[in-house]
């Protein structure tokens, strides 16, 4: 195949959970392009050097070696015009700009603080130290502190969700009257937390939850039947 | 003139510091459509009786009675189509509709939190016994006690602003390319605070501040102008 994406894996290769990989699965399914995705570990920085970083997702089209998810989704935006479009325009590409900092800038950082000691249990022993160490680093703690308080935070971060809710309330998607790439970005960090953690983020008659249920069946439950808990 | 629009004032009729007016008087702007503005108090209900409930903005345009901002927004875009655009299409207009959200459940709290006791000095005297009864319900506690740590909290709110930051840094206004409706939403917070309070919200070096400052010209300098404070 001539389309391959380097995506980060737990122990168990079947085990998917890079927030950043889920928005390009989306969005490359959204557009209806095969891909073949190839298991990648935290500290296997060698095999994607010839992206020039050390993050995934790495997308290799035809030649075109990509990374950083935004600009992965431009470019199948601009390379892919005659699939259905992801964005449905220019406008609609620049406001969702935002919507992707929000969602690396506030909603990440949340599920983090709610998961990330999970992600220990579900990586491969090797990758253990570096994920520790770089995490606890970050975030000036002990992954173990840092998600101490998880059960009180919890209800907190349901009120950051409110412009998720908002937005739902008012639309059946987060990109309009069908699904898009505003929606495969939110989702995505719903979807890293279900591949790693039990911890449930969200309460069953929250919109948000139902409308995280509509786009775990898309493309055939794509996510839905990927490596997880049921949350 | 056929259109006009009920616009909250404080003891001088000059002084307009609602950010949901300030978003549809920037819309109207941006569509070149000339409108009347007439000053209106929290406790003149009466007034604005007519539109079936009790806020401002009211647009009556040609006749038609208008409430809501995003409605009032949308409506605007749809009417006069032919006027240069608030939103750049449906898909813009979407994903806009997220932005709209964060504003108002994630972005006006922190600016309440920062400036609203200083409202209370701005507006006639017959109204603050409405104004401080109602927001004391709401924020269940005084307006002074509510503000008090605005000291130390104005660096948590500047850490909200992040998705704001990312996304200029990545295009020049949040609705990209030119302004937009996108950008309204947020700077009428802003200039909801910058027309009621001295308190500063934003350094000089932060990206968001250059971005205000360049809102505040558009229209031949509407918003600057404004009766407001040098913040």
Redesign the interface.
Known sequence: MSRILYDLAGADPARRFSPFCWRIRMALAHKGLPVETIPWRFTEKEKIAFSGQGLVPVLVDHGHVLHESWDIACWLEARYPDRP?L?????????????N??A???LHPWIARLVVRDILDVIRQEDKGYFRESREKRFGTTLEEWVAERDRLVVEFRK?L??????LR??P?????AP?Y?DYIVFGAFQWARCTSPFRLLEEGDPVFAWRARVMELFGGLARDALGYEV
Chains 1, 2 share one sequence.
């Open positions: 479009s964005f449905g325009g220019p406008a609609g590409q620049a406001a969702t700009r935002f919507l900092s929000w690396d800038s506030a950051a409110q412009p998720v809710r908002l937005t008012a639309q998607w987060l990109a309009g009257a898009g505003a």
